[in-house]
Each structure stands twice: as structure tokens, then as C-alpha cells.
């Protein structure tokens, strides 16, 4: 337990350092207390917005890791590549995984026999199109449904195209060589039946596992989200905001690098939402889970390197465009 809680104790720590630090500077240097404390008001807002549906997101996950049988989420899916993508960007929708533990868990579906690019249009599509995504979206929104649709349609057609475009073009194995040692403490294969209580156990532990692995990012998440608010000058954002391109390409980035939770990262979108168009927020929530920091890693362990650069740009490609196009035509 103590080595779950380092990582989640070590972004407290460093957001607390990071209070403290401000505050001895506004002491020291005549900094304004106003903006202070409108930096705490939005941190802990973001905060106490998203954390509910972190928790409903790994509760999910845990239940559908430890009680899907591997055996049956491959039968479920159609024997003709097209429907098979078509099924596989929707399993989201039944079985709710986070990104952080789909990668894993579809590398050891595809190494069971399920098609490549089925399962790289799982990873894409399941961390947005699913009914815990699409309603904190739409609570984060202010309870209107046009974002969380337009961001549910977009993931799904950006991972459909990809899916598609790998069943044409991956002649070749995309998985590497077997790295035991990177998933040791997952198990390669179904494991036997176990009795209620302990499968109950295993669960609880997936899930707290998951929510402290996640919990660090989305505190380091809202905190440079709050700090783009209180401390970056409003014109410059509002100059980034006005060119379409930057500022659809700048939110991806930024969606990059924060590694958010998809159950999570629509709250810190929506404070964003004074100083960009809501096609760059769009951006930013469907390339964020699909293509981050923390999950382009694990798909570089998994995959070979060409595979992941194809998919990435694909992605990025996909994304920039359907956000430009939904901003014009659909998005007020």
C-alpha cells in the first residue's frame, strides 16, 4: 500500500510546495492575494468536479478486469474486418476500460488471436466512447449535449479510419517480443475460477491500484490547468484563441502532456472554454486519450515503434481535422 501512495503523496507534495512557494512570494514581493486565492477556488473546483467520476471510471474498470472473461470479449467481435472495427470502436460502450489498462489488456487479446487492428481501434476508441465519458462530458459542458456528442462521434470515426487503414496496410505482427518482466504482475493468460470474496478483493485492489496511479495526474492536471487561468495572460490566450489552427494544435498539445483521465480531463477542458472555440476543445478531449504521454509510452513498449508513429499521426491528422470540420458545421 505505502508504495501505491508514493506516487499520489509526491504530486500533493509538489502541489503543496508549490502553495507554499506562492505564498512566501506574495508575502516577500507584494504579490496580489486576490489571484492567490482565485488559484486555490479553481484548483480545488476542477478538483472536487472530476474526482466523482475518476472513481466511478475505476470502479468500472475494475470490475470489467477481474470478471470479463478475455475468451468472450474476443467472440463478441464479427469475423469481416470492417464490422470488426465497427464492433471494436463501440466495445467501449459495454465494457468502460481507462487507457492506462486497456494497452495491456489488448496486447494479450491480440496475442490470443484477436485481429491487430481491431484492437488498436479498441485503445483508440474506448477511453471516449463509452457512457462514463460521455456523461461527464456532458456534466462538465453545463449539462448540454453537443460536446459530448460531437466528441463521441469524432473518436469513433477517428478510430474507425485508423482501424481501417491498418487492416489494408499492417502486413506484419505490430506486437514486439514478449516482455515478460513489463507485465509480470499481470497474468498472460485466464486465470482459474476463484471464489467470490477473492475475486471481490482482487477487484478493490485493481481499483485502488488504478484510481492512486491516476490520482497524480489528474492533481498535476488541474494544477496546470488552473495555472494557464490565473497566471497566464488572458490576451495572449485570447490571441492563441483567435488563430483556428494554433489553437487546435496548442490544446492538442497540451492534452498531450497533462496525460488526463478520460473520465476526468472535460472539467479541466471547460476551463479553458473563455479563452478558445470549442472545436479546440474538442480537439483536446478526443486526442488526449487516445494519444498522451503516459500512453504512447505503454503503446511503445507493446508495439513496434513504425506501427505506433503511423497510428500517432493518424491520429493527430484525424483529430485536427473532424475538430475544424465539427466546429464549423455542428459546434455553436
Known amino acids: 500500500m505505502t508504495r501505491r501512495l508514493l506516487p499520489l503523496l509526491a504530486a500533493v507534495s509538489t502541489i503543496g510546495a508549490g502553495a507554499i512557494l506562492l505564498l ?10 486576490a489571484a492567490a486565492s482565485r488559484f486555490g477556488s479553481v484548483f480545488i473546483g476542477i478538483l472536487l468536479e472530476a474526482l466523482p467520476y475518476l472513481l466511478l471510471g475505476v470502479a468500472i474498470s475494475a470490475v470489467v478486469q477481474i470478471y470479463l472473461s478475455e475468451r468472450l470479449l474476443r467472440r463478441l467481435l464479427p469475423r469481416h ?5 465497427t464492433a471494436a470502436g463501440l466495445l467501449g460502450i459495454v465494457f468502460p476500460l481507462c487507457e492506462c489498462g486497456m494497452i495491456p489488456a489488448v ?16 485503445i483508440l476508441a474506448g477511453p471516449v466512447v463509452n457512457p462514463v465519458v460521455f456523461s461527464s462530458t456532458w456534466a462538465a459542458f453545463g449539462g448540454t449535449p453537443q460536446m459530448a456528442i460531437a466528441r463521441t462521434g469524432l473518436a469513433f470515426a477517428v478510430a474507425f479510419a485508423i482501424g481501417a487503414i491498418l487492416w489494408k496496410t499492417l502486413k506484419s505482427d505490430p506486437l514486439k517480443a514478449d516482455l515478460a518482466s513489463l507485465y509480470a504482475s499481470l497474468p498472460q493468460e485466464e486465470p482459474p475460477a476463484r471464489p ?3 475475486r471481490l478483493q482482487s477487484a478493490a485492489l485493481h481499483a485502488t491500484d488504478e484510481f492512486f496511479d ?7 492536471g488541474a494544477a496546470l490547468a488552473t495555472l494557464f487561468q490565473t497566471a497566464v495572460s488572458r490576451s495572449f490566450l485570447e490571441e492563441l484563441g483567435g488563430n483556428q489552427l494554433l489553437s487546435h494544435l496548442f490544446l492538442m498539445g497540451v492534452a498531450f502532456l ?3 483521465c478520460s473520465t476526468s480531463d472535460a472539467f479541466v477542458a471547460a476551463s479553458f472554454g473563455g479563452s478558445f472555440e470549442n472545436g479546440a476543445l474538442l480537439a483536446f478531449l478526443v486526442f488526449g486519450p487516445m494519444i498522451d504521454l503516459k500512453s504512447l509510452l505503454l503503446l511503445l513498449a507493446s508495439f513496434r515503434a513504425r506501427t505506433v508513429l503511423l497510428v500517432a499521426s ?5 483529430t485536427l481535422t473532424g475538430s475544424w470540420l465539427l466546429e464549423a458545421v455542428y459546434l455553436p
Not at 512566501?24 to 492575494?33: K, S
Not at 474486418?81 to 472495427?85: D, N, T
Not at 493518424?314 to 484525424?318: G, I
Open 196 to 198: 467470490f470474496g477473492g
Open 81 to 85: 474486418p470492417l464490422l470488426a472495427v
Open 214 to 220: 491516476m490520482g497524480k495526474y489528474l492533481i498535476l
Open 314 to 318: 493518424l491520429a493527430a491528422v484525424f
Open 258 to 260: 497533462l496525460s488526463l
Open 107 to 122: 496486447r494479450r487479446l491480440i496475442r490470443k488471436g484477436m485481429p491487430a487492428y481491431a484492437g488498436i481501434a479498441y
Open 24 to 33: 512566501i512570494a506574495r508575502r516577500d514581493m507584494g504579490l496580489d492575494a
